[in-house]
């Protein structure tokens, strides 16, 4: 089993950078494939950005509403998933979950994610 927790939302300005943390434990991650994804309220989770522990690259959404503005990154010494938002929207308003799936590929719909944390709120208001 594994054990998801993120930490970080809040509420913050449009232009603003936040940084969102997704701490794992339980069994080891190691060879896991990691996740961001948000969801606002009526829609589906959308998929943000992928990573694997050891990887010092991402795979990110193609969406124009996430494209260059997101950085993923995953320190497996900490077990620690982060996601760097900048330049921050009011439509990146949403609840920020990270998901972890154990054969290390990177899928970019949430059907395929077995484990989920109880996720983040960030909030942009001006």
């Known amino acids: 089993q594994v054990e998801l927790v993120e930490t970080g939302g809040g509420l913050v300005q449009p232009g603003d950078s936040l940084s969102l943390s997704c701490a794992a434990s339980?069994?080891?991650?190691?060879?896991?494939?990691m996740a961001w994804f948000r969801q606002t309220p009526g829609k589906e989770r959308e998929f943000v950005a992928g990573?694997?522990?050891?990887?010092?690259?991402?795979?990110?959404s193609d969406s124009d509403s996430v494209k260059d503005r997101f950085t993923i990154s995953a320190d497996i010494t900490k077990n620690t998933l982060y996601l760097r938002i900048h330049t921050l929207r009011r439509n990146d308003t949403a609840v920020y979950y990270c998901?972890?799936?154990?054969?290390?590929?990177?899928?970019?719909?949430?059907?395929?994610?077995?484990?989920w944390g109880p996720g983040t709120q960030v909030t942009v208001f001006s």
């Open positions: 339980g069994r080891s991650v190691s060879s896991y494939a």
């Open positions: 998901a972890a799936r154990g054969d290390g590929v990177i899928h970019t719909r949430e059907k395929f994610y077995p484990y």
């Open positions: 990573i694997r522990w050891r990887s010092s690259s991402g795979y990110y």
